[in-house]
């Protein structure tokens, strides 16, 4: 029997599929087919809007957008997409991923199928496959180790493979506040007691994606990096980080990864951090010393407002917010290799939920300033309406929802962005992805990664080093570096600081030439020439 595992890409709280990113579920599902003594064949959706039909005698759908975003390419795929394949489909199909587990589709959707797996989908078939009968359970610890390294391969299918690629990594389920209920609209405790895999099972599943040509991975699969094997779980919902279990986790991987380029984590509580400050930043050492520049720790902030906050049980003070902001910038500030900072506070805000007033927005905002006056850096600031996906939310000021989005990019990131990466930045690594007009836009692997447009078309598909040249909201301008000053296009040397089109021509009209002496010669001011000498490449000798 052949296994058709389509690919609808899942974007959870702690897991991301849409590409470049490829989710574990794929891979357990193909672990758990071949186990069996079955085939399988793997898709995306992208493929089959490509072109690509499903064929075999089992559909697999994986789909769970449970809190999408935007994305440079790839979108999660569709309820009509579900829809279509699986009523065109001649054989068994079989509904799994978040979107199922959560019921979060349309009732009519359900009939389409022979099956929606509630829980684990890479468990239910493998039990229809060895019995006949479909069971909604969730895999084992041992079948989670077993399945994540046998269907590894899975990974060679993907059209981002081998680089782009980011394979995301599972190494726990749950969150430590299940016992508090956890936050209000959050899907994470809702799978109970967390659980936690063996940094022995994780290695292996590295060793063996290494070994088939993945390089960049990141530990997405975690409510909460500091939770990992924490001491206590179930008698504090902030209990204390385990910091061998961590080292243990993070040395292991990069020892079964010798061709490892990038090694990125993704969520943190910020009342783990304050709560355990001295286990903490030995922990945040770890990051730093292990994990590649970068590196994001998302921090589950959702509001400044100490009533919503109340309301909805959040992990999170804005004083302890703070403090855990401030703790991170100690340690991860400094720049790393590929030009990024090491180690950087994330933030998300989630708007919508209950006991949110007018004066939510302002002290959301007034939050972000403080950050800005007190000289501290975030990566990147997430904000979203609440996603129904655990119960209903009224959201009541959709206005000024979309006012204080378009304030925060104008005021905050654009600012944040500045001292992220200034211009003059070298980025290292950056994968052309996609072209629109004359612009080029390409990104670096890994969590949450920087937008880089050059303003001019290049090939896609190959990996330049930037220099920064100019700042967006969330995005920046670059050029390559270095530019050639003999074959540069007149676009690329406009987007020099303080060169512009008119220099920018003047430099066209003197080329060939041999080295800065001519630049300076050709310019009407030394410092505008000093400027772009630091952007341009000179012919050698």
Avoid at 52 to 80: E, N, T
Avoid at 94 to 119: M, Q
Wanted: glycine share 10%; hydrophobic share 40%.
């Amino acid at each position: 029997m052949r296994v058709t595992i389509l690919d609808g890409y899942v974007d959870e709280p702690s897991n991301l599929g849409v590409p470049p990113f490829i989710s574990p579920y794929p891979r357990y599902l193909a672990g758990a087919v071949l186990e069996s003594g079955h085939e399988y064949e793997y898709l995306t959706i992208d493929q089959v809007r490509g072109g690509r039909r499903p064929g075999g005698d089992v559909l697999a759908v994986i789909s769970g957008p449970i809190v999408p975003g935007k994305y440079l390419r790839g979108m999660p795929m569709s309820q009509r997409e579900i829809l279509q394949q699986a009523t065109s489909f001649e054989g068994m199909k079989i509904l799994g991923g978040s979107l199922a587990r959560f019921r979060a589709f349309d009732g009519g959707l359900e009939k389409a199928f022979d099956h929606v797996a509630i829980r684990d989908l890479d468990a239910c078939i493998f039990d229809f496959l060895n019995g006949g009968d479909f069971k909604d359970r969730d895999r084992t610890i041992k079948e989670w180790d077993r399945w994540a390294a046998l269907g590894a391969e899975v990974v060679k299918s993907h059209p981002d493979f081998p680089e782009p690629l980011v394979a995301e990594l599972d190494a726990s389920r749950g969150c430590v506040r299940y016992m508090t209920g956890g936050c209000s609209f959050c899907i994470e405790p809702m799978y109970g007691i967390p659980k936690f895999r063996t940094a022995d099972g994780i290695r292996e599943e590295v060793r063996r994606l290494s070994s088939l040509g993945v390089v960049n991975f990141r530990l997405g699969g975690m409510a909460d990096f500091f939770s990992y094997m924490a001491k206590g779980v179930g008698e504090s919902p902030t209990p204390t980080p385990n910091v061998r279990a961590l080292d243990d986790l993070l040395r292991g991987i990069r020892s079964a990864a010798s061709n490892l380029k990038v090694l990125h984590t993704d969520n943190a509580d910020p009342a783990m951090i304050v709560a355990h400050p001295d286990q903490a930043m030995a922990a945040l050492r770890l990051l730093v010393k292990y994990t590649t520049p970068g590196n994001t720790l998302s921090l589950g902030m959702e509001s400044a407002d100490p009533d919503v906050v109340e309301r909805n049980n959040l992990n999170s003070t804005p004083e302890t917010s703070l403090k855990a902001i401030r703790m991170i910038n100690s340690v991860g500030a400094e720049r790393g290799e590929n030009g990024l900072p090491r180690l950087l506070p994330g933030l998300n805000f989630v708007l919508g939920l209950d006991g949110e007033t007018q004066n939510t927005f302002f002290l959301n905002l007034k939050f972000l300033r403080t950050l800005l006056d007190c000289n501290l850096m975030v990566r990147r600031i997430n904000i979203r309406q609440v996603n129904p996906v655990r119960r209903e939310f009224k959201m009541k000021f959709r206005n000024l929802f979309h006012s204080f989005k378009d304030r925060v990019r104008l005021e905050i990131d654009h600012e944040m962005l500045k001292r992220v990466v200034p211009r003059g930045t070298i980025l290292r690594n950056v994968h052309t992805e996609m072209r629109e007009g004359k612009m080029t836009f390409g990104r670096q692997a890994g969590t949450y990664p920087l937008l880089v447009g050059l303003p001019y078309p290049l090939e896609l598909g190959q990996s330049i080093d930037v220099m920064v040249t100019d700042h967006g909201q969330r995005s920046i301008t670059a050029v390559e570096h270095p530019l050639d000053v003999n074959s540069a296009p007149m676009a690329a040397l406009s987007a020099i600081p303080g060169i512009g089109a008119k220099r920018a021509a003047r430099i066209v009209r003197s080329r060939p030439m041999k080295g800065p002496k001519e630049l300076h010669a050709c310019l009407d001011e030394d410092s505008a020439a000093a400027n772009a000498e630091a952007y341009l490449g000179f012919p050698s000798g």
